[in-house]
């Protein structure tokens, strides 16, 4: 009924559970080009969009040439290097509080948003110039896609849908750049507040205000871009997921509604192997997206925390506060989409636990006992370690960390309020 499962060489064979490594060099360029990755020709109206703006180039295919991909590598390095200068020339503000008296949180708060936009810029140039980067997570998806017999397992999410998320996702980006864009307008022409100088600092003419606006266009779309862009993979990849569940719940219902005396041998071994061969596509997407995360729990919930603090007691008027408040709504979204998302991903490579718990030993178990082994491994992968996006490799994001970050920013809020 389900046809016949292309195997893929690299995992563990029925007859004799022998594993066939996978050799993978990645001292050469890569021989394929961008068309042949589903996740690449899905998403590449947004990563286009990313180019533009500064914060994203081609990994090395095969078919990017070499004066396009020189310069969007060069335009991603000159803003990353822009990212760095507009964090160095702030630091002597963090050295002197007294500069501009009372702007001790504004200080910590600007602070901490440069360095986490340099952090992550950075860090995705360097993950886009490395072919362990984007292009080995790329290459390793397009293999699982390769692997499996699409008439009996749909590996790919739907165009349409995908289309639609990234059109989404780009509207909205749009929006909030310009949104902080005009904020930044407001502070620095109407109100004319000391937060102008401070991020202008140590200039403060009509030219620095032009600079500062242009940096802070680029910095702000790339706060903006780099969270949808992790949220479109995540989206994917639990698509995928939920593909192969999918095909795995049909199985059980065959089983269970006894049109067979065993599983479907040739179809569970199959869902195993994808399931396995997916789950290192999210190993390697973690790769590349570790330290961003990272940069987000370490530097945005510290800033939330200024930045309710901001709002709730700062002297000033609410024009005043207007900005903080809109700054708090931006950082509280794009934290709580990242977090939620990678808790989400783990939640649904996880969840097949409870779909393999319902099959015994005996319903694996034809008359040569092949598939008992392979109904352990599955059950190890799935009750082992934590498979999902990570916190810089040190603890991965699930629906129980997502629970300890959101107590933790209240707790050391309530710490704040009582020092004061």
């Known amino acids: 009924m389900y046809g016949n499962v ?18 993978e060099d990645n001292s050469k360029t890569s021989t394929v080009t961008r068309a042949d990755h589903p996740l690449y020709s899905q998403l590449k109206n947004y990563m286009f969009f990313m180019k533009l703006g500064g ?9 990017v040439g070499k004066l396009e991909s020189a310069f969007w590598k060069s335009w991603h390095a000159i803003v990353s290097l ?4 507009n964090f160095v020339r ?3 503000e963090i050295w002197k509080p007294d500069f501009y008296p009372g702007l001790i949180y504004t200080e910590i708060i600007m602070s901490a948003f440069f360095f986490h936009c340099m952090c992550i810029i950075i860090a995705f140039y360097v993950m886009c110039s490395k072919m362990s980067g984007f292009l080995a997570f790329f290459e390793h998806n397009q293999k699982y896609c390769n692997s499996i017999d699409s008439r009996t397992l749909r590996c790919v999410p739907g165009k349409k849908q995908t289309k639609v998320e990234v059109n989404i ?6 929006v909030c750049t310009a949104a902080c864009l005009a904020i930044l307008l407001v502070f620095a022409l109407v ?3 000391p937060d102008y100088h401070s991020q202008s600092a140590p200039w403060t003419s009509t030219a620095s205000l032009v600079i500062t606006l242009t940096i802070g266009t680029l910095i702000a779309n790339a706060f903006m871009s780099y969270t949808f862009f992790f949220c479109l993979v995540c989206r994917y990849l639990k698509k995928q997921f939920n593909l192969l569940a999918k095909t795995f719940s049909e199985m059980l219902i065959e089983y269970e509604n006894g049109r067979g005396e065993f599983v479907d041998e040739q179809l569970y071994v199959s869902i195993r192997k994808q399931h396995n061969h997916l789950c290192d596509s999210v190993v390697k997407a973690d790769d590349c997206f570790s330290v961003f995360i990272l940069s987000v729990c370490s530097t945005q919930i510290p800033l939330i925390i200024f930045l309710a603090y901001q709002c709730l007691f700062s002297p000033g008027d609410i024009s005043e506060k207007f900005g903080y408040i809109f700054w708090l709504m931006i950082n509280c979204g794009c934290v709580c989409l990242v977090t939620i998302h990678a808790a989400l991903l783990n939640s649904e490579i996880h969840d097949f636990n409870n779909k393999v718990y319902r099959l015994t030993a005996f319903s694996t178990m034809p008359c040569n006992n092949r598939l008992i082994p392979i109904h352990i491994l599955f059950l190890s992968r799935l009750n082992g370690p934590p498979v999902g996006f990570s916190v810089f490799g040190l603890i991965t994001i699930n629906k129980e960390v997502l629970v300890t970050l959101v107590g933790m920013t209240f707790t050391y809020f309530t710490l704040l309020v009582q020092f004061e």
């Open 55 to 63: 914060v994203f180039h081609d990994p090395p295919f095969a078919d």
């Open 191 to 193: 109100f004319e507040t």
């Open 169 to 174: 996702a780009q509207a909205i980006t749009v």
């Open 82 to 85: 822009l990212s760095v200068f």
């Open 90 to 92: 702030y630091i002597p």
């Open 6 to 23: 292309i195997q893929h060489p690299g995992n563990t064979d029925v007859r004799t559970n022998r594993v066939h490594p996978v050799e």
